[in-house]
Structures are given as structure tokens and as C-alpha cells.
């Protein structure tokens, strides 16, 4: 009898110790699945500083350009329609006020400094200024010059340039501020010299 509760005694002792060693094993599966946050701290490590800086500096150079096209964009519509506001203005030789009337560069310096681009003095001077462009790279907001090979002698604002089509909003000696569609007229077409952006940079 005493042989025997000698043995389960020690049974039991041995029985307990295997249940103690293997409840504190640490367990290896418990924090390696997909959302173990060890994981998530290690792939964080992975990424350099210098990664980090490249991609915020990329994304913001990429945001710089975009902010520049619909600033630029914006500002083209708003020349154009300001412009439009003054359709009917009667025509004066030197005039560069809606007060006064408007000759062909008063209007268009008006628009243009109203627009925070201050431009002044007669369509030959304002020919020297800006980036000279082709008939078909013309953008609302650009100006063409006409005249012949002596000399240069009416400015426009381009308000439309799609496909065939050109259309222009300036002051005309015959009926004022208007809106022409020049691609279309034997008389702009065949004094048209250039256009010029004064907007981009």
C-alpha cells in the first residue's frame, strides 16, 4: 500500500512538473501572422529615411507642376472673361479705359493689368514681350499680332483655338470691343503675323 501511494505520488510530482514546462514555453506562432505588429515594426524599419524623403519630395514636385498648369489654366479663363465683359465698348484712337473707349492695345494692356500682368504702349511693343508660339499652339488668354512685312498694327486676345477654328476678343476700329472668329476671314487671315504667350514662364 505504501508502495503504491509512493508511486502515484511521484507520478503526479512528474505529471505536474511536465505541465509547468510546457505552459511556460514561449510560443513561436502566437505573433508571426499577418497582423502581428512585429511584423508591421520590422517592414517599417526596411524603409530607409532617405526613401521616405525621395517619395515626399517627388509627390510634392509632381503637386508644384499641377498647382502651376490650373494656376496658369484659372488665370487664362479669367483674362478671357474679363475681356468678354467689355464686348461693346465703343472704339477710341489711344483710349485704354472703358470710360474713354478703347483702341486695339489700350483694351488689351486694360485686361491683362486688371489681371495682375501689367502691359502698356502700342501692339509693337507689346510684340516684344513673351514667348512667340504656332497658330495652332495658341491658348485662350495668348495675344496675335497683324499687320504686314512693315509693320505691325492691331494686337488680339485669343479667347478660343480649337481644331480650325481661332477666335479672337479685341477692339475694332468699325464696331468696338468684339468677338471675331479670324480662321474664317480673308481680312485677319491674311494680315495674321504671330501669336504670344505673356502668361506662361
Known sequence: ??????????????????????????????????????????SSKNTSKEDKRYTYEKSSKSESK????????????????????????QYRSGGKTPETGFDCSG???YIFTQNGIPLSGPSHKLAERGQHKLKKELL???LVFFGNEERISHVAIVSD?????LKVVHATT??????????SSD???????????VISK
Open 1 to 42: 500500500m505504501k508502495k503504491w501511494t509512493q508511486c502515484n505520488l511521484y507520478f503526479l510530482i512528474f505529471l505536474a512538473l511536465t505541465l509547468m514546462i510546457t505552459s511556460c514555453s514561449p510560443s513561436t506562432t502566437h505573433r508571426t501572422g499577418k497582423y502581428s505588429s512585429a511584423n508591421k515594426r520590422a
Open 66 to 89: 499641377s498647382t502651376v498648369k490650373v494656376k496658369s489654366s484659372s488665370l487664362r479663363d479669367l483674362i478671357v472673361s474679363t475681356a468678354m465683359q467689355y464686348e461693346g465698348i
Open 107 to 109: 483694351f488689351t494692356g
Open 140 to 142: 485662350p488668354g495668348d
Open 161 to 165: 483655338n480649337t481644331g480650325d477654328l
Open 174 to 183: 468699325s464696331a468696338g470691343v468684339k468677338v471675331d472668329e479670324i480662321s
Open 187 to 197: 481680312y485677319w487671315t491674311s494680315r495674321f503675323l504671330f501669336g504670344v504667350d
